[in-house]
């Protein structure tokens, strides 16, 4: 496996605190793929990527970028936040302008591109997520779920090589999360490498495939999701619940799962229920 970025023995605490947030982190992130990062509150998920794009910078360890060790002097980390596109859970913490219109070419305004390509690269990330007709509204009259997609369009018009979003899905309704993921898949097929924090395992089971679990800081498992869930007990004992369809596939009797992989979505599992 090819890590586009990887963790190296990282540690950090936040100033005034009596616990590492991140504890001698090591993980790897493969290239151009979609890995999921599960762990409950608090586990470092956040904090390990404010340190990808240099808002916090390690006590101890090292993190690489395309096998590089990331330095974090001033225009390595401009360049740093240019390949990597990081969309924080709030979407407040991230829109600073009064329209989606002005908010999403800010970035490319900043980065010195010409106006016409600022408009034209700027018209074209709002339509393909769907917001073309609220480009001149408000964002503090937008709904939550708009304002996530403003957040996302304004850092993918930047055109990332890796897309890093924390709890994309968090306070979304089943639908807008639906088209969210819909959209993120469209993404990557295009070649852009995600990771996504997030606390949903039926969402990580059905989405990633490559999944890491973190806990007090530290990376406590690696692999593919037939890897990872597949220790069941490790899961329960870090407080996090197999995805419900594999919980249900593992119910069903052994001669209908005999030679077959679990299915890892709705779809495909009442397929197979279907065939019964
Ligand atoms: N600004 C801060 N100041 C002090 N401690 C902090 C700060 N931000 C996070 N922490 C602490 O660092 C640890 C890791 O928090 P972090 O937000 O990275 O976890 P998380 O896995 O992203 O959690 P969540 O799933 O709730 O978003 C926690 O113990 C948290 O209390």
Same mark, same amino acid.
């Given at each position: 496996?090819?890590?586009?970025? $990887?963790? @190296?023995?990282?540690s950090?605490?936040?100033?005034?605190?009596?616990?590492?947030?991140?504890?001698?982190?090591?993980?790897?992130?493969?290239?151009?793929?979609? =890995?999921?990062?599960?762990?409950?509150?608090?586990?470092?998920?956040? =904090?390990?990527?404010?340190h990808? /794009? #240099? /808002?916090?910078?390690?006590?101890?360890?090292?993190?690489?970028?395309?096998?590089? %060790? *990331?330095?974090?002097?001033?225009?390595?980390?401009? @360049?740093?936040? @240019?390949?990597?596109?990081?969309?924080?859970?709030?979407?407040?913490?991230?829109?600073? !302008?009064?329209?989606?219109?002005?908010?999403?070419?800010?970035?490319?305004?900043?980065?010195?591109?010409?106006?016409?390509?600022?408009?034209?690269?700027?018209?074209?990330?709002?339509?393909?997520?769907g917001?073309?007709?609220?480009?001149?509204?408000?964002?503090?009259? !937008?709904?939550?779920?708009?304002?996530?997609?403003?957040?996302?369009? #304004?850092?993918?018009?930047? %055109?990332?090589?890796?897309? *890093?979003?924390?709890?994309?899905?968090?306070?979304?309704?089943?639908?807008?999360?639906?088209?969210?993921?819909? %959209?993120?898949?469209?993404?990557?097929? &295009?070649?852009?490498?995600?990771?996504?924090?997030?606390?949903?395992?039926?969402?990580?089971?059905?989405w990633a495939?490559?999944?890491?679990?973190?806990? &007090?800081?530290?990376?406590?498992?690696?692999?593919?999701? $037939?890897?990872?869930?597949?220790?069941?007990?490790?899961?329960?004992?870090?407080? !996090?619940?197999?995805?419900?369809?594999?919980?249900?596939?593992?119910?069903?009797? $052994?001669?209908?799962?005999?030679?077959?992989?679990?299915?890892?979505? !709705?779809?495909?599992?009442?397929?197979? /229920?279907?065939k019964?």
């Amino acid at each position: 496996m090819t890590a586009i970025l $990887e963790a @190296r023995g990282i540690s950090y605490r936040y100033p005034g605190t009596s616990a590492d947030a991140l504890h001698e982190l090591s993980l790897q992130i493969p290239m151009g793929k979609k =890995t999921a990062i599960c762990g409950h509150n608090g586990s470092g998920k956040s =904090t390990f990527f404010l340190h990808t /794009i #240099g /808002i916090h910078k390690p006590a101890k360890g090292s993190l690489l970028w395309k096998g590089s %060790e *990331i330095s974090y002097k001033r225009e390595s980390i401009q @360049r740093l936040r @240019r390949q990597i596109g990081l969309v924080f859970q709030d979407p407040e913490q991230q829109l600073i !302008l009064n329209t989606p219109l002005e908010d999403v070419s800010f970035g490319l305004r900043n980065a010195g591109v010409s106006e016409q390509e600022i408009n034209e690269r700027t018209a074209a990330i709002l339509s393909v997520m769907g917001l073309s007709e609220l480009s001149d509204t408000p964002i503090h009259q !937008l709904s939550l779920g708009q304002k996530k997609r403003v957040a996302l369009a #304004g850092v993918l018009v930047l %055109e990332p090589d890796l897309l *890093i979003l924390d709890e994309p899905t968090a306070y979304l309704d089943r639908v807008s999360e639906q088209q969210l993921i819909e %959209e993120l898949n469209r993404i990557h097929s &295009r070649g852009i490498g995600m990771v996504m924090a997030t606390h949903d395992m039926n969402l990580a089971y059905s989405w990633a495939d490559w999944i890491l679990v973190m806990d &007090r800081g530290s990376c406590v498992l690696q692999g593919t999701p $037939e890897y990872v869930f597949g220790r069941g007990d490790q899961l329960h004992d870090l407080g !996090l619940e197999l995805p419900m369809l594999l919980d249900l596939w593992r119910s069903l009797p $052994e001669h209908v799962r005999a030679g077959q992989a679990p299915p890892r979505d !709705l779809a495909a599992f009442k397929q197979l /229920i279907e065939k019964l």
